[in-house]
Protein backbone atom coordinates (compact mmCIF):
# COMPACT_ATOMS: atom_id res chain seq x y z
CA UNK A 1 0.00 0.00 0.00
CA UNK A 2 1.56 3.38 -0.87
CA UNK A 3 2.10 5.83 2.13
CA UNK A 4 -0.53 8.00 3.33
CA UNK A 5 -0.53 11.82 1.73
CA UNK A 6 -0.86 15.11 3.48
CA UNK A 7 0.24 18.03 2.44
CA UNK A 8 -0.12 22.32 3.22
CA UNK A 9 -2.13 24.22 1.15
CA UNK A 10 -1.92 27.85 0.59
CA UNK A 11 -0.25 30.85 -1.63
CA UNK A 12 2.45 30.96 -1.72
CA UNK A 13 4.01 28.41 -0.01
CA UNK A 14 7.24 27.07 -1.31
CA UNK A 15 8.90 28.34 1.49
CA UNK A 16 6.86 26.62 3.93
CA UNK A 17 8.81 24.27 6.82
CA UNK A 18 5.84 21.87 7.24
CA UNK A 19 7.17 19.08 5.13
CA UNK A 20 9.68 19.07 7.58
CA UNK A 21 8.27 19.26 10.41
CA UNK A 22 5.83 16.02 9.54
CA UNK A 23 8.61 14.38 8.36
CA UNK A 24 10.51 14.93 11.81
CA UNK A 25 7.26 14.11 13.16
CA UNK A 26 6.58 10.76 10.81
CA UNK A 27 10.11 9.66 11.62
CA UNK A 28 9.66 10.11 15.45
CA UNK A 29 6.35 8.44 15.55
CA UNK A 30 7.56 5.43 13.68
CA UNK A 31 4.52 6.64 10.95
CA UNK A 32 4.82 6.36 7.10
CA UNK A 33 3.49 9.17 5.48
CA UNK A 34 3.96 11.45 2.52
CA UNK A 35 3.64 15.35 2.81
CA UNK A 36 3.64 17.80 0.45
CA UNK A 37 3.30 21.41 -0.54
CA UNK A 38 0.36 22.59 -3.14
CA UNK A 39 0.26 26.28 -4.10
CA UNK A 40 -3.51 27.16 -4.77
CA UNK A 41 -4.41 29.42 -7.43
CA UNK A 42 -6.11 32.08 -5.23
CA UNK A 43 -9.54 31.92 -7.19
CA UNK A 44 -9.56 28.04 -7.22
CA UNK A 45 -9.07 26.92 -3.36
CA UNK A 46 -11.75 24.28 -3.52
CA UNK A 47 -10.54 22.67 -6.96
CA UNK A 48 -7.31 22.22 -5.30
CA UNK A 49 -8.66 20.79 -2.30
CA UNK A 50 -10.87 18.74 -4.42
CA UNK A 51 -8.02 17.63 -6.46
CA UNK A 52 -5.80 16.40 -3.56
CA UNK A 53 -8.68 14.24 -2.29
CA UNK A 54 -9.78 13.19 -5.50
CA UNK A 55 -5.78 11.48 -5.27
CA UNK A 56 -6.33 9.58 -2.39
CA UNK A 57 -5.11 12.60 0.20
CA UNK A 58 -5.70 12.25 3.91
CA UNK A 59 -5.32 15.73 5.46
CA UNK A 60 -4.06 19.32 4.75
CA UNK A 61 -2.86 22.01 6.52
CA UNK A 62 -3.97 25.26 5.27
CA UNK A 63 -2.29 28.73 5.30
CA UNK A 64 -2.49 31.99 4.00
CA UNK A 65 -4.93 33.32 2.18
CA UNK A 66 -7.23 30.18 2.97
CA UNK A 67 -8.44 29.87 6.17
CA UNK A 68 -12.16 30.95 5.84
CA UNK A 69 -11.90 29.37 2.50
CA UNK A 70 -11.25 26.20 4.14
CA UNK A 71 -13.89 27.03 7.19
CA UNK A 72 -16.90 27.46 4.35
CA UNK A 73 -15.68 24.65 2.41
CA UNK A 74 -15.78 22.03 5.94
CA UNK A 75 -18.83 19.90 6.15
CA UNK A 76 -18.30 19.55 10.20
CA UNK A 77 -16.01 21.18 12.03
CA UNK A 78 -14.33 21.01 16.04
CA UNK A 79 -15.63 23.80 18.50
CA UNK A 80 -12.38 26.05 18.34
CA UNK A 81 -12.85 26.06 14.67
CA UNK A 82 -16.38 26.74 14.61
CA UNK A 83 -15.62 29.65 17.49
CA UNK A 84 -13.04 31.25 15.43
CA UNK A 85 -14.87 31.02 11.68
CA UNK A 86 -11.38 29.92 10.22
CA UNK A 87 -10.01 26.00 9.45
CA UNK A 88 -6.54 25.60 9.45
CA UNK A 89 -6.72 21.88 9.56
CA UNK A 90 -9.03 19.51 6.85
CA UNK A 91 -9.29 16.08 7.62
CA UNK A 92 -11.19 13.64 4.95
CA UNK A 93 -13.37 11.65 5.95
CA UNK A 94 -15.74 9.41 4.67
CA UNK A 95 -18.95 11.95 5.58
CA UNK A 96 -16.99 14.89 4.08
CA UNK A 97 -14.15 17.28 5.64
CA UNK A 98 -13.84 17.91 8.87
CA UNK A 99 -12.42 21.43 9.66
CA UNK A 100 -10.12 21.96 12.83
CA UNK A 101 -8.23 25.11 13.86
CA UNK A 102 -5.19 24.01 15.54
CA UNK A 103 -3.51 27.62 15.70
CA UNK A 104 -4.49 29.03 18.69
CA UNK A 105 -3.93 26.46 20.41
CA UNK A 106 -0.29 26.03 18.81
CA UNK A 107 -0.05 29.55 20.14
CA UNK A 108 -1.00 29.51 23.84
CA UNK A 109 1.50 26.68 23.90
CA UNK A 110 4.50 28.60 22.41
CA UNK A 111 3.65 31.68 24.41
CA UNK A 112 3.37 29.89 27.74
CA UNK A 113 6.57 28.56 26.86
CA UNK A 114 8.26 31.84 26.17
CA UNK A 115 6.70 33.79 29.03
CA UNK A 116 7.93 30.76 31.64
CA UNK A 117 11.13 31.40 30.74
CA UNK A 118 10.79 34.82 32.25
CA UNK A 119 8.41 34.33 35.11
CA UNK A 120 5.05 35.75 33.35
CA UNK A 121 1.71 33.99 32.04
CA UNK A 122 -1.42 35.19 29.85
CA UNK A 123 -3.62 35.42 33.23
CA UNK A 124 -4.67 39.01 33.73
CA UNK A 125 -2.60 40.72 30.84
CA UNK A 126 -3.50 42.77 28.60
CA UNK A 127 -3.11 41.84 24.89
CA UNK A 128 -3.40 43.34 21.24
CA UNK A 129 -4.01 41.43 18.63
CA UNK A 130 -3.17 43.42 14.91
CA UNK A 131 -4.90 42.02 12.04
CA UNK A 132 -8.45 40.65 11.60
CA UNK A 133 -8.33 37.92 9.28
CA UNK A 134 -7.90 34.07 9.38
CA UNK A 135 -4.60 33.96 11.26
CA UNK A 136 -6.63 36.30 13.63
CA UNK A 137 -9.62 34.58 13.78
CA UNK A 138 -7.90 31.21 15.28
CA UNK A 139 -6.17 32.96 18.13
CA UNK A 140 -8.38 34.73 19.70
CA UNK A 141 -10.93 32.06 21.15
CA UNK A 142 -7.94 30.36 22.67
CA UNK A 143 -6.26 33.52 23.96
CA UNK A 144 -9.15 33.97 26.09
CA UNK A 145 -9.43 30.82 27.88
CA UNK A 146 -6.25 31.69 29.25
CA UNK A 147 -8.25 34.68 31.51
CA UNK A 148 -6.37 38.04 30.21
CA UNK A 149 -7.48 41.02 32.01
CA UNK A 150 -8.40 42.78 28.19
CA UNK A 151 -7.68 41.66 24.59
CA UNK A 152 -8.02 44.46 21.81
CA UNK A 153 -7.73 43.90 18.15
CA UNK A 154 -6.76 46.56 15.67
CA UNK A 155 -6.85 46.36 11.41
CA UNK A 156 -6.63 48.77 9.07
CA UNK A 157 -9.53 48.09 8.27
CA UNK A 158 -11.64 49.05 11.38
CA UNK A 159 -14.41 47.71 10.53
CA UNK A 160 -13.26 44.15 10.07
CA UNK A 161 -11.54 44.47 13.77
CA UNK A 162 -14.81 45.71 15.32
CA UNK A 163 -16.76 42.38 12.86
CA UNK A 164 -14.62 40.41 14.97
CA UNK A 165 -14.45 41.88 18.22
CA UNK A 166 -18.20 41.21 18.81
CA UNK A 167 -17.44 37.79 17.48
CA UNK A 168 -15.70 37.13 21.15
CA UNK A 169 -17.64 39.36 23.43
CA UNK A 170 -19.77 38.37 25.93
CA UNK A 171 -16.85 36.32 28.30
CA UNK A 172 -15.07 37.02 31.30
CA UNK A 173 -12.31 39.49 29.76
CA UNK A 174 -13.18 42.57 28.14
CA UNK A 175 -12.80 42.38 24.26
CA UNK A 176 -12.40 45.35 22.00
CA UNK A 177 -11.11 46.97 18.83
CA UNK A 178 -9.37 50.30 18.23
CA UNK A 179 -7.67 52.17 15.64
CA UNK A 180 -4.28 52.18 14.57
CA UNK A 181 -3.74 55.58 14.91
CA UNK A 182 -5.88 55.40 18.57
CA UNK A 183 -2.48 53.34 19.95
CA UNK A 184 -0.47 56.14 20.21
CA UNK A 185 -0.72 56.36 24.53
CA UNK A 186 -2.16 52.67 25.02
CA UNK A 187 0.33 49.96 26.67
CA UNK A 188 0.33 46.26 26.57
CA UNK A 189 1.46 43.54 28.41
CA UNK A 190 1.38 41.05 25.11
CA UNK A 191 1.74 42.34 21.34
CA UNK A 192 0.68 39.54 18.68
CA UNK A 193 1.09 40.47 14.80
CA UNK A 194 -1.44 38.23 13.20
CA UNK A 195 -1.07 40.03 9.84
CA UNK A 196 0.63 38.72 6.57
CA UNK A 197 2.64 42.34 6.10
CA UNK A 198 5.74 41.02 7.25
CA UNK A 199 5.42 37.80 4.53
CA UNK A 200 5.17 40.49 1.38
CA UNK A 201 8.33 42.71 2.81
CA UNK A 202 5.39 45.65 3.85
CA UNK A 203 6.13 47.85 6.14
CA UNK A 204 3.21 47.60 9.04
CA UNK A 205 2.50 50.94 9.72
CA UNK A 206 1.90 51.42 13.51
CA UNK A 207 2.28 54.70 15.74
CA UNK A 208 5.58 55.77 16.63
CA UNK A 209 7.30 53.54 19.74
CA UNK A 210 4.11 51.88 20.48
CA UNK A 211 5.51 48.61 21.43
CA UNK A 212 7.42 50.40 23.76
CA UNK A 213 7.40 48.67 27.43
CA UNK A 214 5.81 45.29 26.20
CA UNK A 215 6.60 42.59 28.19
CA UNK A 216 6.37 40.24 24.76
CA UNK A 217 6.13 41.07 21.21
CA UNK A 218 5.01 37.99 19.25
CA UNK A 219 5.05 38.18 15.38
CA UNK A 220 3.41 34.61 13.91
CA UNK A 221 5.84 35.21 10.91
CA UNK A 222 9.32 34.50 11.30
CA UNK A 223 12.14 34.67 9.05
CA UNK A 224 15.91 35.02 8.76
CA UNK A 225 18.47 35.10 11.54
CA UNK A 226 17.49 34.85 15.72
CA UNK A 227 14.14 34.29 16.67
CA UNK A 228 14.10 37.93 18.80
CA UNK A 229 14.80 40.00 15.75
CA UNK A 230 13.71 37.91 12.79
CA UNK A 231 10.92 40.04 11.06
CA UNK A 232 11.09 43.75 10.51
CA UNK A 233 8.18 43.84 12.85
CA UNK A 234 10.33 42.19 15.75
CA UNK A 235 13.25 44.31 14.77
CA UNK A 236 11.09 47.06 14.92
CA UNK A 237 10.32 45.80 18.90
CA UNK A 238 14.11 45.30 19.60
CA UNK A 239 14.52 49.19 18.65
CA UNK A 240 11.63 50.41 20.62
CA UNK A 241 12.66 48.46 23.61
CA UNK A 242 10.08 45.68 24.51
CA UNK A 243 11.42 43.41 27.28
CA UNK A 244 11.03 40.12 25.04
CA UNK A 245 10.43 39.40 21.68
CA UNK A 246 9.78 36.27 19.39
CA UNK A 247 9.05 35.00 16.33
CA UNK A 248 5.87 32.16 15.91
CA UNK A 249 8.37 29.48 14.40
CA UNK A 250 7.42 27.55 18.20
CA UNK A 251 3.74 27.95 17.08
CA UNK A 252 4.18 26.60 13.92
CA UNK A 253 5.55 23.98 15.55
CA UNK A 254 3.10 23.79 17.95
CA UNK A 255 -0.21 23.69 15.58
CA UNK A 256 1.23 20.95 13.50
CA UNK A 257 1.59 18.80 16.11
CA UNK A 258 -1.97 19.17 16.68
CA UNK A 259 -3.09 19.04 13.03
CA UNK A 260 -0.75 15.43 13.37
CA UNK A 261 -2.42 14.32 16.56
CA UNK A 262 -5.80 14.66 14.33
CA UNK A 263 -4.50 12.34 11.83
CA UNK A 264 -2.54 10.39 13.02
CA UNK A 265 -3.79 9.99 16.59
CA UNK A 266 -0.47 10.59 18.62
CA UNK A 267 0.98 13.48 20.01
CA UNK A 268 4.42 14.18 18.67
CA UNK A 269 7.49 15.66 20.73
CA UNK A 270 7.91 19.56 19.60
CA UNK A 271 11.14 20.01 21.37
CA UNK A 272 13.34 17.96 19.36
CA UNK A 273 11.72 19.72 16.20
CA UNK A 274 11.72 23.24 17.26
CA UNK A 275 15.38 22.56 18.60
CA UNK A 276 16.38 21.20 15.14
CA UNK A 277 15.28 24.15 13.24
CA UNK A 278 16.09 26.66 15.16
CA UNK A 279 19.60 25.01 14.34
CA UNK A 280 19.13 24.87 10.51
CA UNK A 281 18.60 27.24 7.86
CA UNK A 282 14.97 29.66 8.46
CA UNK A 283 12.87 30.48 5.94
CA UNK A 284 9.40 32.59 6.30
CA UNK A 285 6.04 30.81 7.26
Partial sequence: MPPDRYAVIGNPVAHSKSPLIHSMFAHAAGQELVYERIEAPLTDFAASV??????????????????????????????????????????????????????????????????????????????????????????????????????????????KALELAQRFEGGATTVDSVALEALTHERFDLVINATSAGLGGVTLALPERMLRGAQLVYDLAYGDGPPESSTPFLARAVEEGAVRTADGLGMLVEQAALSFALWRGITPATAPVLAALRSGDKGRT
Wanted: aromatic letters at 6%.
Fill in 50 to 159: AAFGDAGGRGLNVTLPFKIDAFNLARSHSERAARAGAVNTLKFESQGLFGDNTDGAGLVRDLLRVLGDVGLGLYASRILVLGAGGAARGIIGPLLAEHPRALTITNRDLH
